[in-house]
C-alpha cells in the first residue's frame, strides 16, 4: 500500500505529542503507511525535533517517514490529511478580537500554502481555536479546495456528551448513539441528545425514567449536561491543571478515521451549504455522516423551539467572529 502523506502542525505541543504516536501506531489510518510532515515555528523546533527521535526509538512498522520543518510550503507538499493543531493561544490581557486576529494570521498563510502544494484530494481538520473561523479563515484563503474537504473539530465536544450520558444512564459509551453537537466549539455550542439512542431505545425516554418524568430530564439537560458539556475544557484545566490533551488527540483521530472509514453518524463542523439555516459559508458543527468520501450533514432532522434557539445563537457568535475577521478583509 502506497503511504498517505499525514501533515501535523504544532507537532512540538502537547496535542502534537499525543497525537504522532498513536498516528504512526496505525490508530488513525488502520494498517495504511504514514508519510509524517510536522510543522513548527521556529520556538517550537527543538521540542518537536525531540518527538521524532522518539518515534524512530518506536520503530513503528507502518511509519515510513518524518520530516519536520517551519516552511508551510514544505510541510504541506502532497500533503493528503492534514491536522492543523498549532494556533496562537490566548496571551494575558488579550481580547477574543486580537485572538481571532493573531490567529487568521496563522490560517490565511496556511490555507495559501495548502492551496498552492497539497494534494487534490486533500482532507483537513482545523483544530486549533477558535476552530471554526480559523477554518473559516483557511477556507477564503485556499478557494480552490473543494469546501468539503475542510472541516474543524467538534468530535471532541460529541465524546464529552457521550461520556457525561453513559454516566448518567450507566450504560457504556459504544451503546450510545446519535449524540448531535450544534454550532461553535465554545461555550455556546448545543449538545442535542433529541435524536440519540442507547441500546437502541430513544435517549430522551430513558432520560425520563432516570430523573423520574419528562420535566425533570429536560432540566438536568439545560442545567447540568449542555454546560458541563460546553464548559468541559475549563473542568479540565481546573482539575487537572492543564487543558485536555490526551481526549483531543483522541478526537481528532476518531474524526479523521471516520471520515476515511465512514460512519453513519457523528459531529463535525462543516462548511455550511445553508442546511438548517445556517448561512452560507460558516464553518458550524452538525450531526454528519460519512461514506468514506467526506462528511455530509445529516439533512431532514426536526428542530424544536428549545434546538434552534440555542443552534441560533450559536450561530450569532459565529456570525460576529466571521464579521470580526471580514473587518481585516481576511475573508
Ligand atoms: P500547545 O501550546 O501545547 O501547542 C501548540 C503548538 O503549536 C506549539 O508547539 C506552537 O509552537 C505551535 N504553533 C503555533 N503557531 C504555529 C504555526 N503558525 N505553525 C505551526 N505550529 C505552530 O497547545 P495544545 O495544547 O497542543 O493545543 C493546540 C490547540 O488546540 C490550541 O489552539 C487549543 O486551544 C486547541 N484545542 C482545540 C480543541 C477542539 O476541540 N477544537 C480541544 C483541545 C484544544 O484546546
Same mark, same amino acid.
Given at each position: 500500500?502506497?503511504? @498517505?502523506?499525514?501533515?501535523?502542525?504544532?507537532?512540538? !505541543?502537547?496535542?502534537?505529542?499525543?497525537?504522532?504516536?498513536?498516528?504512526?501506531?496505525?490508530? &488513525?489510518?488502520?494498517?495504511?503507511?504514514?508519510?509524517?510532515? #510536522?510543522?513548527?515555528?521556529?520556538? !517550537? @523546533?527543538?521540542?518537536?525535533?525531540?518527538?521524532?527521535?522518539?518515534?524512530?526509538?518506536?520503530?513503528?512498522?507502518?511509519?515510513?517517514?518524518?520530516?519536520?520543518?517551519?516552511?508551510?510550503?514544505?510541510?504541506?507538499?502532497?500533503?493528503?490529511?492534514?491536522?492543523?493543531?498549532?494556533?496562537?493561544?490566548?496571551? +494575558?490581557?488579550?481580547?477574543?478580537?486580537?485572538?481571532?486576529?493573531?490567529?487568521?494570521?496563522?490560517?490565511?498563510?496556511?490555507?495559501?500554502?495548502?492551496?498552492?502544494?497539497?494534494?487534490?484530494?486533500?482532507?483537513?481538520?482545523?483544530?486549533?481555536?477558535?476552530?471554526?473561523?480559523?477554518? @473559516?479563515?483557511?477556507?477564503?484563503?485556499?478557494?480552490?479546495?473543494? /469546501?468539503?474537504?475542510?472541516?474543524?473539530?467538534?468530535?471532541?465536544?460529541?465524546?464529552?456528551?457521550?461520556?457525561?450520558?453513559?454516566?448518567? #444512564?450507566? &450504560?457504556?459509551?459504544?451503546?450510545?448513539?446519535?449524540?448531535?453537537?450544534?454550532?461553535?466549539?465554545?461555550?455556546?455550542?448545543?449538545?442535542?441528545?433529541?435524536?440519540?439512542?442507547?441500546?437502541?431505545?430513544?435517549?430522551?425516554?430513558?432520560?425520563?425514567?432516570?430523573?423520574?418524568?419528562?420535566?425533570?430530564?429536560?432540566?438536568?439537560?439545560?442545567?447540568?449536561?449542555?454546560?458541563?458539556?460546553?464548559?468541559?475544557?475549563?473542568?479540565?484545566?481546573?482539575?487537572?491543571?492543564?487543558?485536555?490533551?490526551?481526549?483531543?488527540?483522541?478526537?481528532?483521530?476518531?474524526?479523521?478515521?471516520?471520515?476515511?472509514?465512514?460512519?453513519?453518524?457523528?459531529?463535525?463542523?462543516?462548511?455550511? /451549504?445553508?442546511?438548517?439555516?445556517?448561512?452560507?459559508?460558516?464553518?458550524?458543527?452538525?450531526? %454528519?455522516?460519512?461514506? !468514506?468520501?467526506?462528511?455530509?450533514?445529516?439533512?431532514?432532522? +426536526? #428542530?424544536?423551539?428549545?434546538?434552534?434557539?440555542?443552534?441560533?445563537?450559536?450561530?450569532?457568535?459565529?456570525?460576529?467572529?466571521?464579521?470580526?475577521?471580514?473587518?481585516?478583509? %481576511?475573508?
Amino acid at each position: 500500500m502506497d503511504p @498517505l502523506t499525514v501533515t501535523l502542525t504544532g507537532a512540538g !505541543g502537547q496535542i502534537g505529542y499525543a497525537l504522532l504516536f498513536r498516528i504512526a501506531a496505525g490508530d &488513525m489510518l488502520g494498517d495504511r503507511p504514514v508519510r509524517l510532515r #510536522l510543522l513548527e515555528i521556529p520556538q !517550537g @523546533l527543538r521540542s518537536a525535533e525531540g518527538a521524532v527521535l522518539e518515534l524512530q526509538d518506536c520503530a513503528f512498522p507502518l511509519l515510513d517517514d518524518v520530516e519536520l520543518t517551519d516552511d508551510p510550503r514544505v510541510a504541506f507538499d502532497g500533503c493528503q490529511v492534514a491536522l492543523l493543531v498549532g494556533a496562537r493561544p490566548r496571551g +494575558p490581557g488579550m481580547e477574543r478580537a486580537d485572538l481571532l486576529a493573531a490567529n487568521a494570521g496563522i490560517f490565511g498563510p496556511q490555507g495559501e500554502a495548502l492551496g498552492a502544494v497539497a494534494a487534490d484530494d486533500v482532507r483537513i481538520v482545523v483544530v486549533g481555536n477558535p476552530a471554526n473561523t480559523n477554518a @473559516l479563515v483557511l477556507a477564503a484563503s485556499a478557494p480552490d479546495i473543494p /469546501r468539503d474537504r475542510i472541516t474543524a473539530l467538534t468530535r471532541l465536544d460529541h465524546d464529552r456528551a457521550v461520556g457525561q450520558l453513559s454516566e448518567a #444512564l450507566g &450504560m457504556r459509551a459504544g451503546e450510545i448513539d446519535r449524540v448531535a453537537v450544534w454550532g461553535n466549539h465554545s461555550a455556546t455550542q448545543f449538545p442535542d441528545v433529541t435524536y440519540a439512542t442507547a441500546a437502541g431505545r430513544p435517549v430522551p425516554e430513558l432520560l425520563a425514567e432516570r430523573f423520574g418524568g419528562a420535566d425533570a430530564a429536560t432540566r438536568w439537560l439545560d442545567d447540568e449536561f449542555v454546560p458541563r458539556v460546553a464548559k468541559r475544557g475549563q473542568e479540565i484545566i481546573d482539575v487537572r491543571g492543564s487543558s485536555s490533551v490526551a481526549s483531543a488527540a483522541n478526537a481528532t483521530l476518531q474524526h479523521v478515521r471516520d471520515e476515511h472509514f465512514g460512519t453513519e453518524w457523528t459531529s463535525a463542523a462543516v462548511v455550511s /451549504r445553508g442546511e438548517y439555516g445556517v448561512p452560507e459559508g460558516l464553518v458550524c458543527s452538525f450531526p %454528519v455522516s460519512s461514506d !468514506g468520501s467526506g462528511y455530509r450533514v445529516i439533512e431532514g432532522l +426536526p #428542530l424544536d423551539e428549545r434546538a434552534r434557539e440555542r443552534l441560533d445563537r450559536s450561530v450569532a457568535e459565529l456570525m460576529t467572529e466571521r464579521d470580526a475577521v471580514a473587518a481585516w478583509g %481576511v475573508v
